[in-house]
């Protein structure tokens, strides 16, 4: 069984810092890319970063020079590190996974439960 456990959020005031982290266990074959993602009151998910196996990142334009996604393929965790936080940025950030969990399975994606992160002006 996979899970993916977020940690990192908090209560920040604007212009600061978080650092976020997306363990993945279980019996896991190969993780491809991982993603996170966030979703703030009232508004629908949106795409905040994502990095591939072979560390190739892209993020949105509007965390661009103040987010940075990394991920430790030998502890099959990805994180984000989050600077220059503004009141905007308030959301639940939730990581996704798409991995294999055997050589010859299919390729699957999994998300974590989130975690909250408030900026406060």
């Known amino acids: 069984q996979v899970q993916l456990v977020e940690s990192g959020g908090g209560l920040v005031q604007a212009g600061g810092s978080l650092r976020l982290s997306c363990a993945a266990s279980?019996?896991?074959?190969?993780?491809?890319?991982m993603v996170w993602y966030r979703q703030a009151p009232g508004k629908q998910r949106e795409y905040v970063a994502s990095?591939?196996?072979?560390?190739?990142?892209n993020s949105a334009d509007s965390v661009k020079g103040r987010f940075t996604i990394s991920r430790d393929n030998a502890n099959n965790t990805v994180y984000l590190q989050m600077n220059s936080l503004k009141p905007e940025d308030t959301a639940v950030y939730s990581c996704?996974?798409?991995?294999?969990?055997?050589?010859?399975?299919?390729?699957?994606?999994?998300w974590g439960q989130g975690t909250q992160v408030t900026v406060s002006s």
């Open positions: 990095i591939t196996s072979g560390g190739s990142t």
């Open positions: 279980g019996s896991i074959f190969r993780i491809n890319a």
């Open positions: 996704n996974a798409n991995l294999r969990v055997t050589r010859f399975g299919v390729d699957r994606s999994y």
